[in-house]
């Protein structure tokens, strides 16, 4: 087969890397990609926002599948459109990419199905604002409901807070657009893990359970991120907490799907936090995590071509991927200021080093420019291992993360803690 990755980020990169040693797969092509993928997979410009574009390119690129990483062309409708042309894709149809593109679409879906989520108020203008407020004990989640790359979502720990952070929502000023209507959420205590599938509409499989890091700095202390780092571990989750979680939130939102007449094709990534009262829904994610795909797609083997076309197609076949026994860690490196303002164009060394250690490094924000890689994002690069242990894995993780400068960059230290801290 010949692939189109769509995106460009170190999701992205980890889908290629994987697809390239599938044994179904002869080329692999990424639209725009970056200067890691580069090295893996044929780049092309591209923008993400034409859906003609794209078709245009998997029809001149005589592609068999097409792969969508980022959020926004789901949302947009790129699946709808590519199924129209008869191109096989791994996507859900614009309808059921509500569930990520619209909180408040999410929240009343779930409630109309009793699936377990946290208490909300929809908010459509400061009036409203001001009279939801006082329903709710502190700390709230004040979110936006449309896309806001990972940062619509703030904690507010005051009334004072939370109405203005709201305000400044609805204006527009914080998040442009994605804002002008919120959802006022109840704040969930517990552990937060990542519960990833894939749908090809009727069947599902369910991926090893990850657990993302938010928060911009140790101890979960700082502002929301896209993610500064994940590991894979099967010991995340027991067996009779991951049955509860197919059986209250999978299984009912699968079926609600089809029950609206937009079965779910596609990864569908549910945000979930384990609770005094058991597990709830956060969000939900119609596309892979970033950074969890990267210790995903690092802890697998087999055939990754085939069982993504297995989706497309609508005959799921599970059996053509495995998973290796030890964990998997990664690690971001950011730039100074995400996820608020950074610099871009600072000079990358080490990551050759880094890579020859042991550990992949999967870019996010990188370019290349002269021989040398250079920043131009938030999230820059995800360095990724695996061990016997989750120990083993994120030691070798943070030693290939000492082999990599540039100046300014950020990174947690305690990636996987609450891990090693489960199993001693």
């Not at 495995?322 to 080490?350: F, H, M, N, Q």
Request: charged content about 20%; proline content about 5%.
């Amino acid at each position: 087969m010949k692939i189109l990755v769509i995106g460009g980020g170190g999701r992205e990169h980890a889908l290629v890397w994987r697809l390239r040693q599938s044994s179904s797969v002869d080329q692999v092509y990424c639209a725009p990609g970056n200067a890691g993928i580069a090295a893996e997979a044929s780049c092309i410009p591209a923008s993400l926002a034409s859906a003609d574009e794209l078709i245009a390119l998997a029809r001149t690129l005589s592609v068999d599948l097409t792969v969508v990483g980022p959020e926004a062309p789901l949302v947009a409708g790129l699946g709808d459109a590519f199924e129209a042309e008869r191109l096989p894709i791994v996507a859900p149809d614009a309808f059921a990419a509500q569930l990520e593109g619209s909180k408040i679409f999410a929240k009343q879906f779930m409630a109309e199905r009793d699936i377990p989520t946290a208490a909300f108020a929809v908010v459509e203008s400061a009036d409203d604002l001001a009279a939801q407020l006082d329903r709710f004990e502190y700390p709230i989640a004040v979110k936006a409901d449309g896309l806001a790359a990972g940062k619509g979502v703030v904690i507010a720990q005051t009334r004072a807070e939370a109405e203005t952070t709201g305000r400044q929502m609805l204006s527009g000023d914080m998040v442009p657009g994605a804002g002008r209507r919120l959802v006022l959420e109840e704040f969930l205590r517990g552990e937060e893990l990542s519960f990833i599938l894939l749908s090809d509409g009727a069947k599902h499989f369910v991926f090893p359970p990850t657990q993302d890091h938010k928060p911009a700095f140790d101890n979960d202390e700082g502002p929301n991120t896209g993610g500064m780092g994940a590991y894979c571990d099967p010991r995340i989750l027991p067996a009779d907490l991951n049955a509860t979680i197919l059986d209250r939130i999978i299984e009912p939102t699968l079926a609600g799907m089809r029950d609206l007449g937009h079965p779910f094709r596609g990864f569908l990534y549910v945000g979930v936090m384990i609770t005094a009262d058991g597990p709830k829904v956060l969000e939900f994610n119609v596309r892979m995590g970033d950074p969890e795909t990267q210790p995903l797609m690092h802890r697998m083997r087999g055939d990754l071509g085939g069982f993504l076309a297995s989706a497309a197609y609508g005959a799921l076949d599970s059996t053509l991927v495995s998973w290796d026994a030890g964990p998997t860690a990664c690690v971001v490196l950011a730039s100074e200021g995400y996820p608020g303002p950074y610099a871009k164009g600072r000079t990358i060394t080490g990551i050759a080093e880094a890579d020859a250690s042991g550990a992949k490094v999967f870019h996010a924000g990188t370019l290349l420019r002269g021989g040398l890689y250079s920043t131009s994002g938030g999230r820059v690069l995800g360095v990724t291992a695996g061990g016997e242990s989750l120990a083993k894995a994120l030691e070798k993780a943070y030693a290939a993360v000492e082999k990599i400068y540039f100046e300014g960059m950020h990174y947690r230290t305690d990636i996987g803690r609450k891990g090693l801290a489960r199993y001693k």
